[in-house]
Structure formats: C-alpha cells, structure tokens
C-alpha cells in the first residue's frame, strides 16, 4: 500500500506552470480551509512600498480577516481603539474598521474579526482585568457594543500572554474565565471567539488549560514561529518544520503533535506561518560555511528597511533583496528544517519562502488541521515586485519522482474522471498523464498564493492517491482469490495485465 501522499512523476511535466495558478479575484477560495488574513494596522505608516493600506488587501486569498490590534483602556475596562485616527471616521479620521469590514460587501464567503491585544499592550492590565468579575462584566458588554458597532464578525484575544510580563498564576485560571464568559456572550448573536497562543511546550504546559480552552474557543491560532532568533547567539530557524534532534521540543511538528496527543480538536487548530525572517549579526563575518545551531552571532539582529525592526525583515523586504542581482545576497537552503536563508558577508536571514510554505501546509494537512494564519500578510510581497521563487514545490517533487507507475496514475485519473470527481491539476492529454494549469491573473502575494495553491494541489493528490491505492488493493484482492491473470512460463515469470 501506499503512503497517503502522492508518488507522481506527473510534476515534472509542465512544471513551470505550478507557481502560476491562483484562484480569480471576487471569488472564496476553492477549498474548505481556513486562511485567516492577520493584518497589523501600524503597517500604514511605513515608509514607500512598505506601506500597507486596507485597499491593499486581496479577499480573494482570504477566508477570515483579523484586524490587528485593538487594546484595552484600564480606566474605563473598556475595548478601545488604539488608533482612533487611522481606525474611525471620527475628526475626519480614515475609518479603517468600516473599509475592511466593507470587504464583505462584494465577498460575502469573508468573516472580519478584531484582535485585542498584542506585544505592545502587554499582560499586566489583561491579567488585572481577566480577575475582576466587575470589570471582565464591563469589558465583555463594551465588547458586545464595540462588534455590533463597527459590524465585525467576532473577536481575537491576543493577550501576550497569561502569566507572564508581569501577569499572575492564578492568569492559567482567569484566562478561562474570561473566555467563557466571552463565549456565553458571544452564542446568541453568534460571534467568532478565537484565540493567540503561543507554542512551545512549556508555555502550553504552564500557561493555558488547554481543555478549557478547546472547548470554549471556535478556532486557536498557533503562534508556530519564534522558536528561535539571534537572542541564542547561534544561526537557528525561527519556525523549523523539524528540530535539531528528535526529541527537540522546538519546532512545528513538535507542538502539533503535543496538542494532538493532548485531544485537541485538530480541526479548530490553525498553523501560523510567518510571513517575516529573522535576522543575524555574524560574530565572524569571514567565516567561510555557516551551519544551522552552530555558527556564532551577536544577540541582536539587524532591521530591514522598510519595517525598522530589530532583528526582523518582512518578506516583502528579503524578496527585494535577492532580486537585486547586484545586491551580494546569496541564496541556501536548509534541508531538515525546511527553511530558506540569504548571506551577504557577515548579515545572515533565515525565512519561510514558498517552498517552506508549501511544505508546512502539507505538514498541515497530513495533520488535519483546520487552516492557516498568516502573520501578517502586510510582509507578503503584496505589491507584486519582486523575483519569483522556483523552488516552491521542489520538496513535492523530489518525493514524487521516485515512482513513476504511469499505467496505474492513467487508471486512477480515468476512474476518478468517471465518477465526476473534481480535480482540475491532472489530467490526461495524447493519451498520457499530464498537468494542466492556468495562468495567474494577478502576481502579489507569493505567499498567501502558495498557501491556498498548496491546499488544492494537496487535495487532488490524496484523491489521487487513494484511487491508485484502490485500484492496487483490487488487484492484490483477485490474485488472492485465485483468478490471477498471470502467464506462467518455465522460469516462474508472472506478468500482470493492466
């Protein structure tokens, strides 16, 4: 039997085409995924390409929006913008809540929620708040009015993070607390309640009541990416597949598989993908081969140009990088941890490229998760201007090359084609298999592209697949049961018909 994962030789016919398929613009997503849009609102402010307006947003590669952040006003234990400017029509402000929720006009599939919260904001005043029942009253009803007002679908809290920065133990507790009041609230006008955690196994361990929260939360996105970052000293990937060794809790696989084995709902689980690198100082700029978990750095990064933060390059800033031929950045790949990397003497950027991305979403849905969130997509190429990356299926491919059972691949897309399955990315032309796909429409987004691509592509295989493994099954059945269709010859040789 076969693996559940496809063994097509059929990817390297019309390769070129793969990184140009995309979903048409005004229309959901073809797939039953979520893809959940985290946009940081501060992004307007950045300079030249880097400056991220709600137009700039393309639904079409979304099936939730979350507009990030919202905060909480200490004073009044009220929700509260903290952006009033930027986010309401008030004094002439650019009423960034009615535009993006004015998404859902012309795409009616898109839920828009408000995240609360962030790294800004901090703990203290969440875990104050989440301890009083007063004021946890007080901020639910501010809440209830704050998404009726500005017509948002639900709420994010993102509170950075129960019982640490400054927050208590008893944090692990009120936490819920908050949550199911939130959610007996939320029922009857049938709001989103969804949550930020983040992922390593001693934050999970220590900080949230994981039951509690699976049964109160309609969907938890999992902060999988910082795992690791100059703050080390050492060359690591900040949002590794896999560990450096089997047993390294620090990684993605790790933390689905903990929350698995702990009877999450693997279906309300969303895996974050960052759509951002983190950046390095290397201690020995000469250094000839920089090796992952060793090479030496300093402990602060350095920023990118267009998001000036310390140890952090959007990909929109790293694509432009190396597509500047005359820039000295040299691409890499670092194969157990699926991340991609550029060095330019002693700077060192370790990030997700397509290829990262289409793998973890295949990592995904080998897990049955129910979708993915991107943080955030103001760092996609969502301009469109830089080089595209080749590579994006090439992990797909190495693995699929190896079989080439061309027969058995014809069957499987002719039975699937009887019985009116739909599947678009193969089919059969001049009598062989092959691969057909249309031309992207539009060219930004690399990243959320591939998410919503790899999905699909991922989908059909497993059809696929499991029509192969039908038809193989069929055939071991009818040599069992003594009809098999085999010649015998002197020298003991069967030969099978197809």
Known sequence: MFVKSLYLVVFLLNLTQLNC???????????????????????????????????????????????????????????????????????????????????????????????????????????????????????????????????????????????????????????????????????????????????????????????????YLDFIYLMTYDYHG??????????????????DILSVDYTIRYLRDRGMTMGKLILGLPMYGRTYNLVHGDIKNVEYYSTATQTIGFSGPLSKEPAFMGYNEICSAFSNRTSGWTKGWHEKSSTAYLRNGDKFISYDSPRTIA??????????????SSWSIVTDDFRGACDEEHDTYADYIARYKKFSDEATLKQALENLAEAENKISFYTIIDNKPTVTLPKANFSNYPLLRTINNAIRLISEENKVVEEIDRIKLKRTDTIEEGSSPCIRTCSEVCFYGT
């Open 21 to 215: 398929q995309n979903v048409p613009k005004g229309k959901p997503p073809p797939h039953d995924k979520l893809i959940v849009c985290l946009v940081s609102s501060w992004a307007v402010y950045r300079p030249g390409a880097g400056a991220f307006n709600i137009e700039d947003i393309e639904p079409s590669l979304c099936t939730h929006l979350v507009y990030c952040f919202a905060g909480f006003d200490e004073e009044t234990n009220k929700i509260k913008s903290l952006d009033p400017w930027q986010d309401l029509e008030d004094n002439y402000g650019r009423a960034a809540y009615k535009r993006v929720v004015a998404f859902k006009d012309k795409h009616p599939h898109l839920k828009v929620t408000i995240s609360v919260g962030g790294w800004n904001e901090g703990s203290t005043k969440y875990s104050k708040l989440a301890a009083d029942p007063a004021a946890r009253k007080t901020f639910i009803d501010s809440v209830m009015e704050f998404l009726a007002k500005y017509k948002f679908d639900g709420l994010d809290l993102h509170w950075d993070y129960p019982t640490g920065r400054g927050g208590q133990k008893i944090d692990r507790t009120t936490y819920v607390t908050l949550l199911k009041e939130l959610s007996e609230a939320f029922e009857p006008k049938n709001y989103l309640l969804t949550a930020a955690i983040r992922t390593t196994k001693e934050d999970m361990n220590a900080v949230y009541d994981l039951d509690q929260l699976n049964y």
């Open 230 to 247: 100059p703050w080390d000293g050492i060359i690591a990937p900040h949002a590794p597949i896999k560990g450096r060794t089997v047993g």
């Open 359 to 372: 793998d973890k979403v295949k990592l995904g849905l080998d897990y049955e998760l129910g979708g993915f």
